[in-house]
């Protein structure tokens, strides 16, 4: 006799994790993501302390369009700017002009 051929009608199994239950016990170790994610960090804030003024001058003189995109990233979407704002950064924009000779 062979044994019957197991059924395909049989109930679902759970494939829900459950809690405390870990799936694939071979991958990365609880903290791991963490842990990178703040050594990147440390690594990035030592780098920036030690050349942050340098590279940021070398980007703005040799690749001023991706010194302005991280500049534009940075900024607030929206910035409330009054008619005193707009004079003052008219009056700075013509004294760098006449300090230039081109005003």
Known sequence: MTAP????KGEKKDTRIKP???RNPAGRPKGARHKLGTAFLEAMLA???RN???VIEKVRDEKPDQYLKVVASILPKEIEVGEDTIDSIAN???ERRKRAGLA
């Open 47 to 49: 780098d920036f302390t």
């Open 20 to 22: 405390g239950e870990v």
């Open 5 to 8: 051929a197991p059924s395909s």
């Open 92 to 94: 700075m924009i013509l």
């Open 52 to 54: 942050g003024q340098e």
